[in-house]
Nanobody, 120 residues
Framework: QVRLVESGGGLVQAGGSLRLSCAAS????????MGWYRQAPGKQRELVAT???????NHADSVKGRFTVTSYNDENSVYLQMNSLKPEDTAVYYC??????????????WGQGTQVTVSS
């Protein structure tokens, strides 16, 4: 079994910054990619940013230039540095990892979510 644990959410004023962290643990053979998704009230979950094992990244247009995703493969961890936060960034942020375990093929795993609230 694989577990993702997130931290770093909270309340911040518009223009402020937050850093989200996520660590994967458990029966992990390799991690193909990790990333962040978010879901605002009444909306569908959407991609924020992902990073592949080779280091290539993908950021949603709405966060380009403000958010940066990084990871440390040897720690199976991923981070999201969020700068110049806007009220529309308010959402529950979910960590995602595409993990190959010793007993299972590539599988998507999700964290429990961390709330980010940006006040105007």
């Amino acid at each position: 079994q694989v577990r993702l644990v997130e931290s770093g959410g909270g309340l911040v004023q518009a223009g402020g910054s937050l850093r989200l962290s996520c660590a994967a643990s458990g029966s992990i053979f390799s991690v193909d990619a990790m990333g962040w998704y978010r879901q605002a009230p009444g909306k569908q979950r959407e991609l924020v940013a992902t990073i592949a094992i080779g280091g290539s990244t993908n950021h949603a247009d709405s966060v380009k230039g403000r958010f940066t995703v990084t990871s440390y493969n040897d720690e199976n961890s991923v981070y999201l540095q969020m700068n110049s936060l806007k009220p529309e960034d308010t959402a529950v942020y979910y960590c995602n990892a595409q993990v190959r375990s010793y007993t299972s093929p590539k599988t998507d795993y999700w964290g429990q979510g961390t709330q980010v609230t940006v006040s105007s």
